[in-house]
């Protein structure tokens, strides 16, 4: 059980607003505040490069807070600036290894990410693989059936998202590692931006190669920090753009040498209190415990769904078995951006979901944006109801504004 009084002492934010915007960006707690800052301040006061030496065994810990979170060796672990750098840099990094041969398949589901299908686009504009989009299920999530019936010794690449933005399924990534398991030419990508932090994000049971996850999301870490977890057989396949000399040694006048592991994949530059605050994100998270956080995130969710499902003005956009804190719904005769205008000057902080999120999922947005409230442990269960008393307030009936 979670001490939601406690939850919410240590959450500056959580007094002022009611914030159910945790799929765009959630609100860290103080201790990843309080490492972010103190370590800002003993770069300021040291200079940046002096705090560098102090640094090392905090981003040792970070790792090993992150590779516990997602129960691996911390020599899975790479810092990345976004899941979106850490998805694409492996993907190019498999197709400067030869991963990929004109023809070969790779399969998305309908769900995926804009910035990984654009990654995949200009891939196909290079190397001439083909992408084929699985359907779902009757319940709105990945069809296991599609992927069985797809896979075959030219499909290279299986990449799913294990909770998408812009609805509240939660695909199952773990069977569908199970169906590749063995598949030594398939490798298997899980975006994971929206899961970590709310739902187990489990390497030794999804039995992916690459995973990526936000910082900034149900994680509460700062922005500008992510996680890439690889798995050994790919990390020492991979041969990413952009290397420097954290993933790899300069040996002579031709030639280099990747380092092994996920390391690789990271660069010498970059946010270094971010990545403490992270580590420090996944270690507040292990403390509260996954496992509660996930269950109390979809007690919130439900609460909330089946009120605005009883509502007869909204719309739920949901999948049939939405499981995620991600609550996607719009309101008849609406615009979303005006009813986002009006809560929010009522003190609640929602997101949109614009068509070009996942445009292959046109089942939320086919009507144009819609609204997405997306819930924390640390949200109340008060908040949900004062937040449908606020929705019920939102019944303008003009398309215009
Ligand atoms: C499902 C999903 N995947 C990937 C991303 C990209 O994450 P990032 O912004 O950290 O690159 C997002 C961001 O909103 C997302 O919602």
Not at 3 to 17: M, Q
Not at 22 to 44: H, K, Y
């Amino acid at each position: 059980m979670i001490d939601i009084e406690k939850a919410r002492l240590d959450t500056p934010g959580s007094g002022a607003r009611v914030h159910l915007n945790s799929a765009g960006a959630s609100l860290p707690p103080t201790p990843v505040l309080d490492a972010v800052v103190s370590f800002l301040r003993g770069e300021a006061l040291d200079g940046p490069t002096e705090a560098q030496v102090g640094a090392d065994e905090l981003l040792d810990n970070a790792r090993s807070m992150l590779g516990q979170l997602s129960n691996c060796e911390t020599d899975r672990v790479a810092f990345c600036t976004s899941a979106s750098s850490g998805w694409t840099d492996a993907l190019w990094g498999l197709r400067q290894s030869g991963w990929f041969s004109p023809g070969d398949y790779v399969l998305v589901d309908r769900s995926i990410y804009v910035t990984h299908f654009l990654a995949l686009l200009q891939l196909k504009a290079v190397s001439e693989i083909r992408i084929v989009v699985v359907g779902d299920s009757t319940e709105g999530s990945v069809s296991m059936k599609q992927v069985a019936d797809r896979l075959d010794e030219r499909v290279r690449l299986v990449a799913v998202t294990h909770a998408p933005a812009h609805r509240g399924i939660v695909n199952p990534v773990e069977e569908i590692g199970e169906l590749l398991d063995g598949r030594e030419r398939c490798a298997y990508f899980v975006d994971a931006a929206q899961s970590i932090g709310q739902l187990s994000v489990d390497v030794e049971r999804i039995y992916c190669d690459v995973l990526v996850g936000s910082g900034r999301k149900f994680l509460r870490a700062p922005r500008g920090s992510a996680v890439a977890v690889v798995s050994p057989r790919i990390s020492d396949v991979l041969d990413p753009p952009g290397i420097d000399a954290l993933s790899a040694t300069w040996v002579s006048e031709s030639a280099y040498s990747l380092h092994s592991g996920a390391k690789r994949l990271e660069r010498y530059e970059g946010f270094i209190a971010g990545r403490v605050g992270l580590g420090k994100a996944a270690e507040y998270a292990l403390a509260v415990g996954i496992v509660n956080i996930s269950k109390r995130i979809e007690l919130l969710a439900e609460r909330l769904r089946s009120g605005l499902a009883a509502r007869e003005h909204v719309v739920l956009l949901d999948g049939e078995r939405a499981r995620s804190g991600i609550v996607v719904f719009r309101i008849r005769g609406a615009t979303a951006k005006a009813v986002q205008g009006m809560l929010s000057r009522m003190g609640y902080s929602v997101g949109l979901v614009k068509p070009w999120i996942a445009l292959l999922d046109e089942s939320a947005w086919s009507d144009g944006p819609c609204l997405r409230a997306s819930l924390h442990y640390y949200n109340l269960e008060e908040d949900v109801v004062s937040f449908l008393d606020a929705v019920d307030t939102c019944r303008p009936v003009s398309r215009s504004s």
